[in-house]
T-cell receptor, first 113, second 114 residues
């Protein structure tokens, strides 16, 4: 699996967009970019994933650069409840395989009132 | 919305005792996982389980650990003889689409070994 690099911490004002970067310069063609978050020792929560196109769901948007070497998770209107550790994980998709997730240290996002 | 549940939320045990951590995955999911997180450290993979057998396991998952799906709903992690270093949060996860790793995690069991 490709290695990812994330800033250890970021702050964001409540109501503003939170943009969390992730570098994955060694990503392979069949590897997806996944984002999870963990709110204070709770179980990690799936947010979004993508291969090369930008993706949006009810929680967030994922912007992947054209060369796929980096991506940005965007929380459009951050709230205090979005304070969490955000993990960027690069993983190949294997049909029928129960492959595990490998978590790094992530980015501690603190949303400030 | 369906969710993964885990019991107990907190387990305290004496070193050398056996513990069983229980999980009820989401009902139509087929792939099951255990992870752990020692306080202040990363979430670490322990084991994955599919079709009633272990698919993959990490170096952490030694002979002291075992997993079982005793019926159609429960998924258990047993630690045969607990050590102090087994103290951690243990998370169960499940997915219906292993290929895409949209794993849904439970709230965790905090295991404290004294």
């Amino acid at each position: 699996d490709a290695k990812t690099t994330q800033p250890p911490s970021m702050d964001c004002a409540e109501g503003r967009a939170a943009n969390l970067p992730c570098n994955h310069s060694t990503i392979s063609g069949n590897e997806y970019v996944y984002w999870y978050r963990q709110i204070h020792s709770q179980g990690p929560q799936y947010i979004i994933h993508g291969l090369k196109n930008n993706e949006t769901n009810e929680m967030a948007s994922l912007i992947i650069t054209e060369d796929r070497k980096s991506s940005t998770l965007i929380l459009p209107h951050a709230t205090l409840r979005d304070t969490a550790v955000y993990y960027c994980i690069v993983r190949a998709a294997f049909s029928g395989s129960a492959r595990q997730l490998t978590f790094g240290s992530g980015t501690q996002l603190t949303v400030l009132p | 919305e369906p969710e993964v549940t885990q019991t107990p939320s907190h387990q305290v045990t004496q070193m050398g005792q056996e513990v069983i951590l229980r999980c009820v995955p989401i009902s139509n999911h087929l792939y099951f996982y255990w992870y752990r997180q020692i306080l202040g450290q990363k979430v670490e993979f322990l084991v994955s389980f599919y079709n009633n057998e272990i698919s993959e396991k990490s170096e952490i998952f030694d002979d002291q650990f075992s997993v079982e799906r005793p019926d159609g709903s429960n998924f258990t992690l047993k630690i045969r003889s607990t050590k102090l270093e087994d103290s951690a949060m243990y998370f169960c996860a499940s997915t219906s689409r292993a290929a895409y790793n949209e794993q849904f995690f439970g709230p965790g069991t905090r295991l404290t070994v004294l």
